[in-house]
């Protein structure tokens, strides 16, 4: 019974982000990211939870292949933190399958490295002090490795999500845009995959077939 309980509340969390998507939609403003903070309740687990932040790493790295350099990074700084994400990623895959020592180490060089690639550019703004980065894609992989090293797991996790998800329009603002759909419905698709074994539009059939 409890079991049954407690899929019934997974199942009705990832529907919950499937409706947020199809909101998303036609909503005139961005939805809350807040929307997201229900995956912590899927990272109790620290492997599944690793496992997700490799998933997230490697849709990136797809992304940063089919988009290719952008102008603003020399061909220089894109291959560095191509190099990065190819060495990362690399090194989840080998932690995932046997966990050492010397593998966190690894990581936390890589998070050293990618501190000093983001530069100092600390402004104040709302009366608190915000860091902007220089690249989008290595904050969301410091974010994934995080997941690694961290004891705060669910936490980093629901960092990468956000990262990963929220979007900035001038007609929308901030948060779950109609830009951030593909994004939210692939974390949507892995905890089903995790969870239960099944696609998104296996698992549900009349809510992916309006999608």
Request: proline share 3%; glycine share 2%; aromatic share 14%.
């Amino acid at each position: 019974m409890k079991q049954k309980n407690q899929q019934t509340t997974i199942t009705n969390k990832i529907k919950k982000w499937i409706q947020t998507a199809k909101e998303a939609e036609t909503a005139r403003f961005a939805v809350p990211i807040t929307r997201l903070t229900s995956i912590k309740s899927f990272c109790t687990n620290k492997t599944a939870t690793q496992q997700f932040a490799l998933y997230i790493a490697k849709r990136i790295q797809e992304q940063m292949n089919q988009d290719g350099r952008p102008e603003h990074f020399s061909e220089s700084e894109w291959s560095q933190q191509s190099q990065l994400m190819n060495e990362a990623i690399a090194l989840m895959e080998i932690y995932l399958e046997n966990s050492t020592y010397e593998t966190q180490q690894s990581f936390r060089r890589l998070l050293k490295e990618i501190d000093s690639l983001q530069g100092d550019d600390y402004r104040i703004f709302c009366w608190t002090t915000v860091r902007f980065v220089v690249s989008g894609n290595l904050l969301n992989l410091e974010y994934a490795l995080r997941c690694f090293v961290e004891e705060d797991f669910p936490y980093w996790a629901y960092k990468l999500a956000k990262e990963y998800v929220e979007r900035y329009a001038s007609q929308y603002g901030t948060g779950i845009t109609p830009e951030s759909i593909p994004m939210l419905l692939e974390i949507a698709e892995f905890w089903c995959q995790h969870y239960f074994s099944e696609s998104l539009t296996q698992k549900f059939p009349q809510l992916m077939l309006n999608k």
